[in-house]
């Protein structure tokens, strides 16, 4: 085991401070399945770096930027799921699901011929010069003779939850299909998903702020000692994920609490086989601004480094309760036009 520690030196409230520590496991190689292979080892490294400059007055007053949130309340369980989720899509080599396919096969085809009756209808009617009744075969509702505003949100949210999801399907099983018959497997696979923001540091947000950029970040390597089979990959062994996709305006909920990838990454993620590295990065940096003008702050100063690193292997991954979606990434523009286009057809 090898564990390293230098500092701390100085404090929060001085002109510098360093403090670094590291610990993780020894051995380059290991035995496993009768053959040598490169040993994963755990290990962990954190620093943190300030340079602080006093006020320029008899007290010689420091400000300290150094305050740090946990990674998990930068990194929470949706984020930990979406990086599942990418993973499971880089083991299956595909996100086409076929249960869900012919699921909603009836409404797709219905879709399909509903859109080719409009089409042929339309071009009937402008050739006759009657462009209004043209326009009305484009309607959601039948006899309708006006294009309203509510048949634009109709057909909004066809094109965002019809259209788009059948050519995703489309393009996926292509990829299904190469997946399934190719002879040549990768046996190594990564995915990895990263949150950027900003975040305070300063001790004290009233008299000064230390607002600066963040970087999040996990990597999962997966090491497979067997191929998913094809059931599983195409979703034939995932009912739960079948009827929540089936169920009305299930895609609501999922604006708010994303159960749809959580229940399919139920479907493959506890079934994976081999060894997992999973990898935790957090960088962090500030800058602080004096925000009150007292005479014991003035031309103080303080700039802070942050880096934290973890490796960890593992057997297995869990998968995670999905949080309630912060209110900015349910407000995001497309799910807010989404959103008011339900209204509009509803009400």
């Known amino acids: 085991m090898t564990n390293r520690t230098i500092g701390p030196i100085g404090n929060g409230y001085s002109s510098y401070y360093y403090y670094k520590q590291q610990t993780g496991g020894n051995g380059r190689t290991e035995v496993a399945f009768g053959k040598k292979r490169s ?19 008899p007290s010689s007053f420091y400000i300290n930027v150094m305050g740090l949130p946990p990674f998990a309340t930068l990194f929470d369980n949706n984020l930990q799921n979406a ?6 899509s880089k083991v299956k080599g595909h996100d086409f ?16 011929y509903n859109a080719l009756t409009s089409i042929g209808g339309a071009v009937v009617a402008a050739r006759r010069g009657d462009f209004r009744l043209a326009a009305s075969h484009f309607a959601t509702t039948t006899n309708a003779r006006k294009f309203k505003s509510k048949e634009l949100a109709g057909r909004w949210l066809e094109l965002q939850y019809g259209w788009l999801p059948l050519l995703s399907d489309v393009h996926e099983s292509v990829n299904a299909y190469h997946a399934l018959t190719k002879h040549a497997r990768t046996n190594t696979v990564s995915a990895q998903v990263t949150e950027r923001g900003t975040f305070d540091g300063s001790q004290s947000q009233i008299n000064w702020s230390g607002i600066g950029p963040y970087k999040a970040s996990r990597r999962i390597i997966y090491e497979m000692t067997e191929n998913i089979s094809a059931p599983r990959s195409l979703g034939l062994t995932d009912p739960l994920t079948l009827m929540w996709e089936l169920l009305p305006y299930s895609f609501v909920v999922d604006w708010f609490i994303p159960i749809g990838s959580y229940l399919e ?17 957090w960088k962090y940096e500030n800058k602080s601004v004096v925000l009150k003008p007292l005479p014991y ?22 998968v995670q309760a999905p949080n309630f979606v912060s209110l900015p990434d349910v407000l995001s523009p497309k799910r807010f036009a989404n959103a008011l286009a339900l209204l509009r057809q509803k009400f």
């Open 265 to 281: 990454n139920l479907n493959v993620i506890p079934s994976l086989r081999g060894r997992f590295m999973t990898c935790d990065l």
């Open 97 to 112: 699901n076929l249960a869900v396919a012919v699921g909603e096969g009836k409404q797709t085809m219905s879709m399909v």
């Open 39 to 57: 040993k994963w080892n755990d290990y962990a490294m954190e620093k943190s770096e300030m340079h602080g400059e006093p006020s320029d007055t």
């Open 83 to 88: 990086a599942l989720s990418k993973l499971a």
């Open 297 to 318: 702050y003035r031309n103080a100063s303080s700039t802070f480094e942050y880096v934290k690193f973890t490796r960890t292997v593992s057997t297995g991954l869990q």
